[in-house]
């Protein structure tokens, strides 16, 4: 698959031009259906995007929803967790009025029922999303499809919505959304920033197993295009 290419010398302003053309997502879905969905990673590099994206006042939030595309097994309290990161920087001013569905239960572990639980609570999700996140790590992963995952295979092919997933690099037991609902979506972006996650990009880019580096099952499918976003 080709990628679409965006380059930016500062990330302030990749921040703010991925708010632009996620504001842009939000408002087609809007205009299309009177709702608008959007899932995000978590992590230290979306910050500003999230700080930028909830400070714009041009969208109907309080007909958008926001999930995550996956989820550390950890309470909101935890500072582990993506919902809390979500909700501090992106779910803030304007933002504020938009629904949230997290995807930690509150089981003490991603079982059966935990899952089912998750499952359940985004069963009114709008689908397809009108936009979708991803970030990824230096060992490849991208959403919570790492190297090693006991469930990797499912987590790349199943309907889901969601799994359950633990993985040597992951730390914590994990839930994600699989990749097929994932790709069911508008606009799908993947979001990384510097020299380092450059050179993993471009070694993910080059032929090789998925199980090694699982980003490259999002950056060869032919389901949507992905539009990079990166600065140095």
């Not at 979001?191 to 993910?204: M, N, R, T, W």
Request: include cysteine; proline fraction near 6%; hydrophobic fraction near 45%.
């Amino acid at each position: 698959m080709t990628i679409e290419r965006n380059v930016f010398s500062t990330k302030d302003r990749l921040a703010e031009a991925l708010a632009d053309a996620v504001v842009e997502n939000l408002n087609a879905g809007l205009d299309v259906r009177g709702a608008a969905s959007l899932a995000v990673s978590g992590g230290s590099t979306p910050r500003r995007f999230f700080e930028m994206l909830g400070a714009r006042d041009d969208v109907d939030w309080e007909n958008v929803t926001v999930t995550l595309v996956d989820e550390r097994w950890v309470d909101e309290t935890s500072d582990r967790s993506n919902a809390r990161l979500v909700k501090e920087h992106l779910l803030a001013g304007p933002a504020a009025a938009a629904s949230f569905i997290p995807l930690f239960s509150g089981t003490a572990q991603p079982d059966a029922t935990g899952i089912a639980e998750t499952a359940a609570a985004l069963s009114n999700l709008p689908a397809p999303f009108d936009a979708v996140i991803l970030g990824m790590g230096n060992d490849g992963h991208t959403a919570s499809f790492f190297p090693g995952g006991d469930t990797l295979q499912d987590a790349l092919n199943s309907e889901g919505p969601v799994i359950a997933i633990t993985a040597p690099g992951a730390g914590e037991p994990r839930v994600t959304f699989t990749l097929p609902r994932l790709l069911d979506t508008r606009a799908l972006y993947l979001h990384i920033e510097g020299d380092e996650k450059a050179q993993v990009l471009d070694k993910a880019l080059e032929t090789g197993p998925v199980e090694t580096m699982p980003v490259r099952a999002v950056l060869s499918q032919s389901h949507v295009p992905v539009s990079l976003f990166w600065c140095p």
